[in-house]
């Protein structure tokens, strides 16, 4: 009688157990439950799409263009055209620009990099149309620049009046783009050192003036596990928008939620999207940038061998328990003939998934390889004469 007691509480635990871990996994696997009309979660890594509810739907951003106004003015800096030093002056066409700002006087002078903090923590449209001004040599100049990169990304449902988002008809974009943008201007790391700032302070040129407080628009920084960005967007057309970025150990995901209705709504539908990323998925790291991949032959050189390493950082997202699907594949040649150039592609490394090539990474030389000479084979005898 014991014994079948004891065979009875143990069916019973499993069942429960084995039930349990069945609605976990229901639970975990239903997307996402949200009230934001058009919205989108993304891998950062790779742009594989996690989750997407009318993702390609034209609506008007508000301030999610400023990530584009972003990414134009970083890529200004990395290319020499513009430097984060450079003194802007502050026209009176910025100054008189609407909705939110960090009061900039006509005639201020602040340098670029001040500006850009002032957009990314406190959303600032009149340093937007300075950056634009400065950046494009007018603000339609700027534009130009900023619907230029947008088709040099693909982006088919993409266009851009203005540098701040300010209510335009003509200004109109998708939550599938704006992830996009969010994930190149997300290479850029200066920009997280402003993103998480909850608060700083503009000091203007005129000392007769009180510092302006920068407050960050973003409610999430600090209140949600790795948040670190992007940008917040409100006007009454488009709705409370937000792009979210987070990152968990090598894990980072980009959300987009458009036309919410209310500023709630879009931080609490961005945190059930991440959730949903995070509980669902793995990041499997097949390549890091840098690291060593193993020591070539070298014939013909003044070194017998040279170093390969990883172009770039390179991870997949998984569902979780299915990490064993990636599988990689180096493709290198047995050795490589001097001269080598410090940087040059010397091979490449394949990745699968359940055999199926999904990426590749480009595997370099370390350092340079100069080619032996008569004057090197000399040095070489004498020394081992004397």
């Given amino acids: 009688m014991k014994n079948k007691v004891i065979s009875l509480i143990l069916v019973i635990l499993i069942s429960i157990f084995l039930f349990s871990s069945t609605c976990q996994a229901v639970m975990l696997q239903s997307p996402p439950n949200i009230k934001s009309p058009s919205a989108i979660l993304i891998d950062a890594s790779s742009g594989k799409i996690l989750y997407e509810k009318n993702a390609h739907q034209k609506?008007?951003?508000?301030?999610?263009?400023?990530?584009?106004?972003?990414?134009?003015?970083?890529?200004?800096?990395?290319?020499?055209?513009?430097?984060?030093?450079?003194?802007?002056?502050?026209?009176?066409?910025?100054?008189?620009?609407?909705?939110?700002?960090?009061?900039?006087?006509?005639?201020e002078v602040q340098t670029l990099e001040t500006l850009l903090k002032c957009i990314v923590i406190s959303s600032a449209n009149d340093a937007s149309v300075a950056v634009a001004e400065h950046i494009g040599g007018s603000v339609e100049g700027f534009?130009?620049?900023?619907?230029?990169?947008?088709?040099?990304?693909?982006?088919?449902?993409?266009?851009?009046?203005?540098?701040?988002?300010?209510?335009?008809?003509?200004?109109?974009?998708?939550?599938?783009?704006?992830?996009?943008?969010?994930?190149?201007?997300?290479?850029?790391?200066?920009?997280?050192?402003?993103?998480?700032?909850?608060?700083?302070?503009?000091?203007?040129?005129?000392?007769?003036?009180e510092p302006t407080m920068l407050a960050n628009t973003n409610?999430?920084?600090?209140?949600?596990?790795?948040l670190d960005g992007i940008k917040t967007g409100y006007h009454e057309k488009a709705g409370f928008c937000f792009v979210g970025s987070a990152k968990r150990g090598d894990m980072r995901l980009i959300s987009v939620v458009m036309n919410a209705p209310s500023s709630n709504d879009r931080f609490e539908d961005t945190k059930k999207l991440l959730d949903y990323g995070f509980g669902f998925y793995n990041s499997v790291s097949v390549a890091k940038k840098g690291?060593?991949?193993?020591?070539?032959?070298?014939?013909?050189?003044?070194?017998?061998?040279?170093?390969?390493?990883?172009?770039?950082?390179?991870?997949?997202?998984?569902?979780?328990?299915?990490?064993?699907?990636?599988?990689?594949?180096?493709?290198?040649?047995?050795?490589?003939?001097?001269?080598?150039?410090?940087?040059?592609?010397?091979?490449?490394?394949?990745?699968?998934?359940?055999?199926?090539?999904?990426?590749?990474?480009?595997?370099?030389?370390?350092?340079?390889?100069?080619?032996i000479g008569y004057l090197d084979i000399l040095k070489t005898l004498i020394y081992r004469l004397f």
């Fill in 143 to 209: 534009v130009r620049m900023m619907n230029d990169k947008a088709k040099e990304l693909g982006l088919q449902n993409t266009n851009f009046t203005n540098p701040h988002g300010l209510p335009d008809p003509n200004l109109y974009t998708t939550a599938y783009d704006m992830a996009i943008i969010a994930k190149e201007l997300i290479k850029y790391q200066k920009f997280f050192d402003w993103s998480t700032k909850l608060v700083d302070y503009l000091e203007h040129t005129d000392k007769k003036r």
């Fill in 219 to 226: 409610k999430l920084i600090g209140k949600y596990d790795g």
């Fill in 291 to 371: 690291a060593t991949v193993k020591r070539l032959k070298v014939d013909k050189g003044i070194e017998k061998e040279v170093e390969i390493i990883y172009k770039e950082d390179k991870s997949f997202l998984v569902e979780k328990g299915k990490e064993n699907e990636i599988s990689t594949k180096i493709i290198l040649p047995e050795k490589i003939v001097a001269p080598v150039r410090k940087g040059q592609k010397i091979g490449t490394l394949k990745i699968y998934q359940n055999d199926v090539e999904i990426g590749e990474v480009d595997l370099l030389a370390k350092q340079e390889v100069r080619k």
């Fill in 59 to 107: 609506l008007e951003p508000a301030s999610l263009a400023k990530i584009m106004t972003l990414l134009v003015a970083f890529e200004s800096v990395e290319k020499g055209k513009s430097n984060f030093n450079d003194e802007v002056r502050v026209s009176e066409r910025a100054w008189k620009t609407g909705g939110s700002q960090v009061f900039l006087g006509p005639g």
